[in-house]
């Protein structure tokens, strides 16, 4: 362990981490705590390569975890979890290993990235960034600490421990987690173990969900996750009835959205929804064949929409829970809000079912009416349901197809990149009532074989009926066209990228804002209805744009790409490959306003969409090294104000991340490097990277590129 300095004055009151602290003990003592409070020498922790590790800060059926820090690498902590032999011997091993690679390319705030994983003298072990919080359970038993003078906020303070979190408390952190959940669904991750101690609070009171990839090595029955000692891999009370019947196929998102359901059920009553006091076998035949316990019945306190709202999540048949965590978090979102939750709409059928009760005949004359309906119209229903529903879509992991399954798993439609192409976007949004429900589903491919009315255009697709789109984004000139006095009619458009946003709150549901390409060097950026693809703003940039982030709570567009405009020597750099130098804007979208350039300081006379600013981004060989990729901060509280620029080498092994604020500005000391980073020749010196002004420039020329 290093060395600590010594104290040469009494110290002011201070506030540190559970994890801190454990270190500073570990540090003084000469050893480490396991997960049960028993003390464990240094010496005896297992040797990793590549990794020192530090202290056992869990276990469990599926494997021990511990904090650690590469070797020779940076001094960032990392906890690397080292699974149980046994889980590394069977056929979900390649499955596994395409799961970790699909993780490791994550970036959400919610989820810590996977840094690396391999095998070790038969054991699999996976490497993530490491977090210091709380389970989420014993976060709202003890509450979050409030802030003083003394030390920031956050559930790991000293101190007193302030009151359990309220119902209300509780509910705000169930829908950030069902958020979180549903992010990594919309990538195509289902984690198959949610449960209060993999979802952790951090410092600042935000969800991390951990230990992804981990499930996907179970057994298909879950008696065969058994360890010597008896214990399971994953916990039984939070998992769904397919997984506890071993029915793999049927394991799906709505999984996910039971174990969500779960776990609140836990942090609301206190309890579990089935009675875990049984052996491991009864346990798991409860979950799998009887429905879960009423909240109400062990907390009679809690209030009935919040009731109806876990027993609908709890459905034991997947297509009675909700669709997706989103709509979970919704309806937890409305209890918040004092509106109706959509759960309580089964309560008229709550109340037919006591009606009936009352009347034995009436009771028996329903029930033979509904077995002779059901028994007629069932094998049509269930066709329909299992075979042409759209349940999910998946993009796979070469980025060459893009598929529709049913809840069956049959393929509804499927899109095929066509050679040196990649399918760009594939993802679902939900549309508002007032444009008509249901979701939709945003595409950008090129099929194989070529299709001219759809290829590199956004195609909106309704998931009801997909024979084709509801709306495409032009392809070509004049239906897009530079806004200048020369129109160039040959030119063509592919959209290059795609995000949704709420960027005009006065409209119903979100927007669609898309970059086009041409075949020069301009980009147009526009904002489109969801509903019709109206176009409702747009602006142009001579020069690229990789990536675009919108800023909800300053109402603008960030842009991160290369001028055109710009010569090297008139930025006082000799030219480096030739290559454009970088910039970093940002827009304010107006409804109405389609025209006009968005260069430097210069806009057309015509033009409406002046910049918010305008930064060059230096130094130039940055250019040559790095893709850069805008994205929200890691930290909730910073999102509306701030974006996170982060920069990867070409090869796509090293990155490091830095702050940008509303104005434009580098946040100092923001630089957040990657492990592998510092070990990169072509890593940025200290200080080198910076935000320049940028200087102003002649009237656009309308010229040919």
């Known amino acids: 362990m290093p060395s600590r300095p010594k104290k040469t004055r009494a110290p002011e009151e201070v506030h540190i981490g559970l994890g801190a602290a454990a270190e500073l003990i570990a540090a003084l003592s000469g050893k480490s705590n396991g997960p049960n409070g028993d003390e464990e020498s240094v010496s005896q922790l297992p040797s ?6 530090i202290e056992q800060i869990g276990a469990g059926g599926g494997g021990v975890v511990y904090r650690a820090v590469r070797e020779g690498g940076s001094d960032r902590m990392l906890a ?27 970036r959400l705030p919610a989820v810590p990235r996977v840094i690396d994983y391999g095998t070790h003298e038969g054991r699999l072990y996976i490497a993530t960034e490491y977090i210091d919080g709380l389970r989420l359970d014993d976060y709202c038993k003890r509450g979050a600490q409030a802030p003083d003078a003394g030390g920031p906020p956050g559930p790991l303070c000293a101190g007193p421990s302030p009151p359990p979190l309220s119902v209300r408390a509780r509910v705000e952190l169930l829908v950030g987690v069902a958020e979180a959940v549903h992010a990594l669904h919309e990538r195509g991750v289902v984690h198959r173990d ?6 952790l609070i951090d410092s600042a009171g935000q969800p991390a969900i951990i230990d992804l990839g981990i499930a996907s090595l179970l057994a298909d029955s879950p008696l065969e996750t058994l360890t010597s000692d008896g214990q399971p891999i994953g916990t039984p009370a939070f998992m769904s009835p397919e997984q506890a019947r071993g029915d793999r196929a049927a394991i799906s998102t709505r999984s996910d959205v039971y174990s969500l359901g779960a776990t609140a059920f836990l942090v609301l009553t206190g309890h579990t929804p089935h009675d875990m006091q049984a052996t491991i076998h009864e346990a798991i035949r409860r979950v799998a064949q009887e429905p879960a316990r009423d909240a109400r019945t062990l907390a009679p306190t809690l209030p009935r929409p919040l009731s109806a709202v876990l027993g609908k999540a709890l459905a034991r048949e997947p297509g009675q829970r909700y669709a997706s965590a989103a709509e979970f978090g919704a309806d937890l979102r409305r ?25 034995p005949v009436a009771a028996t004359t329903a029930a033979c009416v509904t077995i002779a309906v059901a028994v007629i119209s069932a094998s049509f229903v269930t066709t ?26 049959r393929v509804i439609k499927a899109w095929h990149a066509a050679p040196g192409a990649r399918i760009r976007c594939a993802r679902i949004v939900e549309r508002p009532p007032e444009l008509g429900g249901g979701p939709v589903l ?9 299709d001219p009315a759809t290829d590199d255009q956004l195609c909106v697709w309704d998931l009801r009926d997909l024979r084709s789109p509801l709306w495409t984004t032009p392809s070509s000139a004049p239906d897009i066209q530079r806004p200048l006095p020369d129109r160039w009619e040959q030119d063509s ?5 795609v995000t949704v946003a709420d960027v005009f709150p006065d409209l119903p549901g979100p927007e ?69 130098p970088k910039v970093l804007f940002a827009v304010r979208p107006v409804r109405g306003r389609l025209d006009g350039w968005t260069t430097g300081k210069d806009v057309l006379q015509q033009g409406q969409a002046t910049p918010g600013w305008y930064r060059w981004i230096a130094p130039i060989r940055a250019a040559d090294d790095f893709e850069f990729k805008l994205a929200a901060p890691h930290r909730r509280d910073l999102r509306s104000g701030h974006v996170m620029l982060t920069l990867t080498t070409v090869n796509g092994r090293a990155e490091v991340s830095f702050l940008i604020d509303a104005a434009g500005r580098l946040e100092p000391g923001s630089e957040s490097p990657g492990d592998w980073y510092p070990e990169d020749p072509r890593r940025l010196g200290p200080g080198e990277f910076e935000l320049r002004e940028a200087p102003p420039l002649p009237a656009i020329r309308d010229e040919h590129r």
Not at 194 to 199: A, E, S, T, V
Not at 335 to 359: F, H, I, P, Q, T
Not at 493 to 497: L, N, P, Q, T, Y
């Open 512 to 580: 669609i804002v898309t970059v086009h390409a041409d075949t020069r060097s301009a980009r147009c950026l526009r904002v489109y209805s969801l509903q019709g693809g109206q176009p409702l703003f747009e602006a142009w940039h001579d020069g690229g744009i990789e990536s675009i982030y919108w800023m909800s709570g300053l109402g603008l567009i960030v842009c991160v790409g290369d001028s055109a405009e710009y010569s090297l020597a008139e930025l006082g750099y000799v030219p480096h490959q030739n290559h454009n």
């Open 335 to 359: 209890w918040l809000e004092g509106r109706a939750v959509e759960a309580a709409n089964a309560s008229g059928w709550d109340r037919s079912l006591r009606w009936l009760a009352g009347r």
């Open 493 to 497: 458009f592919e959209v290059s990228v």
């Open 384 to 409: 329909w349901w299992l075979n042409s529903r759209p349940a999910q879509v998946t993009l796979s992991e070469d980025g060459l197809t893009a598929t529709v399954m049913s809840a069956s798993g």
């Open 48 to 53: 990793l390569p590549q990794f020192r590790l």
């Open 442 to 450: 945003l595409t950008v491919v090129r099929n194989d074989p070529p």
């Open 80 to 106: 690397v979890k080292l699974l149980a032999r046994h889980v590394v011997n069977g056929p979900q091993v390649q499955r596994a290993w395409r799961e970790l690679a699909i993780l490791s390319q994550l």
């Open 194 to 199: 949610l449960k209060p101690g993999n979802i």
